[in-house]
């Protein structure tokens, strides 16, 4: 079935540190690729997708581009801030996942990043 | 403004007590999510609903059951037959149809069970 191995964390930087975090995925067919973060305490919010190879995701200065020969979606920053420090996951939702019109993520285990000043 | 909120935010219960966790959105999004996280893992699907009075298993659903009564709404109950049910919920919804769309999550529930 569809899957998603990230990068085993937790990843410590300090500030103006570059940032690459790495996702590989395992699908049929031509999924769309996310990178969720999550704060501490709280949900997740939707950082950047893709939906068909060669795309770039970005948003706050992360990057990641949707590699369909290496099958991967590895997430870039040039440089982190404190407010970085998050749960980083990456997940996809294919066709084949696709339920009835309700869409099925599947999730990586998440990558813990702190940033220190 | 439009969000998905979930409460309450913490709650704790004795073991053999059936709990119910609220979910509710104003997004006006068709389809609805539950999800449970446990340390160190990704958010594992619990049960989903893709429209009003339907809703379909997940990969964890033993344990818990759900309803959709209304589109704005989807609560999810912990069953006493849940046997680790100590976690952190998750409730997310999205628009029905695409594999590209983002799905929107709530703030979550962190639940304790002792």
């Known amino acids: 079935g569809d899957s998603v191995t990230q990068m085993e964390g937790p990843v410590t930087l300090s500030e103006e540190a570059f940032l690459t975090i790495n996702c590989t995925y395992t699908?049929?067919?031509?999924?769309?690729l996310f990178w969720y973060v999550q704060y501490p305490g709280e949900g997740l919010q939707l950082l950047l997708k893709a939906t068909k190879a060669d795309d770039k995701g970005s948003n706050k200065g992360f990057e990641a581009t949707y590699r369909k020969e290496t099958t991967s979606f590895h997430l870039e920053k040039g440089s982190v801030q404190v407010s970085d420090s998050a749960v980083y996951f990456c997940?996809?939702?294919?066709?084949?996942?696709?339920?009835?019109?309700?869409?099925?993520?599947?999730f990586g285990q998440g990558t813990r990043l702190t940033i220190n000043p | 403004d439009g969000g998905i909120t979930q409460s309450p935010k913490y709650l704790f219960r004795k073991e053999g007590q059936n709990v119910t966790l609220s979910c509710e959105q104003n997004?006006?999004?068709?389809?609805m999510y539950w999800y449970r996280q446990d340390p160190g893992q990704g958010l594992r699907l619990i049960y989903y609903?893709?429209?009003?009075?339907?809703?379909q298993k997940g990969d964890i659903a033993e344990g818990y059951s759900v309803s959709r009564e209304k589109k704005e709404s989807f609560p999810l109950t912990v069953t006493s037959a849940q046997k680790n049910p100590t976690a952190f919920y998750l409730c997310?919804?999205?628009?029905?149809?695409?594999?590209?769309?983002?799905?929107?999550f709530g703030p979550g529930t962190r639940l304790t069970v002792t």
């Open positions: 997940a996809l939702s294919s066709h084949r996942t696709l339920i009835q019109g309700a869409q099925k993520l599947v």
């Open positions: 997004l006006n999004h068709d389809a």
């Open positions: 699908a049929t067919g031509y999924p769309s």
């Open positions: 609903s893709q429209i009003v009075n339907d809703f």
């Open positions: 997310a919804s999205s628009i029905r149809g695409g594999v590209s769309h983002e799905q929107y």
